[in-house]
C-alpha cells in the first residue's frame, strides 16, 4: 500500500471513512488484515480475514464500477468469499443480494454558516436558538483516554439498550493514536464547567465522521446535542472540511435519531445491497432462477 500521509493528500473529494487510509491504518495496529484492490476509480480498501484454508473479504462503502465488481469475483480464489457493499444501487455478475441497502446521512458543509442556518429543519433550529440562549460553551481537544473510556461506557450501555453492534472500541483507539491529529473530543459544557454532551469526531481529510456521542439528560432538556454538532459542523468547515457523516439511519427502529440527523438538512442516500460472492455462488443462482421458472 502507498504511504499514507500521500494517499490522504491526493484526495480531492470526501469519500467514506471505510475506504479511508487511516481506516486501514487504525484496522491494521489492531490485528486485522487489509486489502487493496487498484481500480479505474482509484484504490478499493477491504478487510480479510482467515479461517484455515478458507478467506473472505469485505468491501465496504466501496466506490465501483460493475466491471471492477466483475474483476473482484474473477480474482476470488476457490475457498474465497467475498462481500461487498456499493456507494450505489448496482448488479454484479457472479454476485448475489444478501442484505438490502442501508442509508446513510452525509451532511455538506461546503455552504456558508448563513446557509447552513437556513438549511435547519425549523424545530432543530429552534432547539438550537435555545441552546445558544442558555449560554453554554463548545470545546475541541485531542481525545485522551479517560475521556474516551467514559464515551466507550456510554457506548456500550446505548448499544445494549438498542441492541444493535457497530465499529469495536479498540478501533476507535487505535484511530485516535494514529499521527496527523486524527480525531476531535468536542464537548458542550454549562458555564460552571459541567460536561452536557461530548462525541468523538474522526476526521479523515477532506471528510469527517460524527462517529460516537452521548448527552447527560439535563443536556438533552437544553438542547446541547444540537449545539455540540452544529458548533462542529462549523468548526468543521472552518478547518477546510467539506463534508460531515453522520452515519447510518433506520426509519423503523430508531426514527428520534433519523429525525435529529436529517434536522441538520443532511442528505438522507441509500447505498447498494450487499453482494455476495463465494464458492457456492453458481450453485445457489442457478437453484433461484430455477425457483423463479
Known amino acids: 500500500m502507498a504511504d499514507g500521509a500521500s494517499l490522504i493528500r491526493s484526495i480531492e473529494a470526501p469519500i467514506a471513512l471505510q475506504q479511508h487510509p487511516r481506516f486501514a491504518a487504525a484496522m491494521l495496529s489492531i490485528g486485522g488484515e487489509t486489502v487493496v484492490m487498484e481500480t479505474a476509480t482509484g484504490p478499493l480498501l477491504g478487510l480479510q480475514r482467515r479461517v484455515g484454508p478458507l478467506a473472505f ?96 461506557a456510554a457506548d456500550r450501555r446505548h448499544q445494549r439498550y438498542r441492541g444493535f453492534r457497530a465499529l469495536p472500541h479498540a478501533f476507535a483507539a487505535a484511530y485516535t493514536a494514529l499521527p496527523g491529529d486524527p480525531a476531535w473530543f468536542v464537548r458542550v459544557r454549562t458555564k460552571e464547567g459541567r460536561a452536557l454532551a461530548v462525541a468523538l469526531i474522526l476526521l479523515h481529510p477532506p471528510g469527517a465522521s460524527y462517529h460516537l456521542a452521548t448527552a447527560t439528560a439535563e443536556g438533552r432538556a ?72
Do not use: C
Not at 426514527?255 to 450453485?283: D, V
Open 57 to 152: 473479504r469485505l468491501y465496504s462503502r466501496a466506490s465501483l464500477t460493475p466491471q471492477d465488481g466483475r474483476d473482484l469475483g474473477h480474482d476470488r480464489g476457490a475457498f474465497e468469499g467475498i462481500a461487498v457493499t456499493p456507494e450505489t444501487a448496482m448488479d454484479i455478475d457472479g454476485f448475489l443480494p444478501v442484505m438490502g441497502p442501508a442509508h446513510v446521512t452525509e451532511w455538506n458543509l461546503d455552504p456558508s454558516p448563513a446557509a447552513l442556518r437556513r438549511a435547519l429543519a425549523g424545530t432543530w433550529r429552534n432547539g438550537l436558538k435555545k441552546a445558544e440562549r442558555a449560554g453554554l460553551h463548545f470545546d475541541i481537544s485531542p481525545p485522551n483516554r479517560a475521556a474516551l473510556d467514559g464515551l466507550f
Open 222 to 293: 437544553v438542547g446541547a446535542p444540537r449545539f455540540l454538532l452544529w458548533e462542529t459542523a462549523l468548526a468543521l468547515r472552518e478547518a477546510g472540511y467539506l463534508r460531515l457523516d453522520l452515519g447510518p439511519v433506520d426509519s423503523d427502529r430508531a426514527k428520534g435519531l433519523l429525525r435529529f440527523k436529517a434536522g441538520t438538512g443532511a442528505a438522507i442516500r441509500s447505498l447498494g445491497p450487499t453482494l455476495f460472492a463465494g464458492p457456492l455462488t453458481p450453485m445457489i443462482d442457478r437453484l433461484r432462477q430455477a425457483a423463479n421458472r
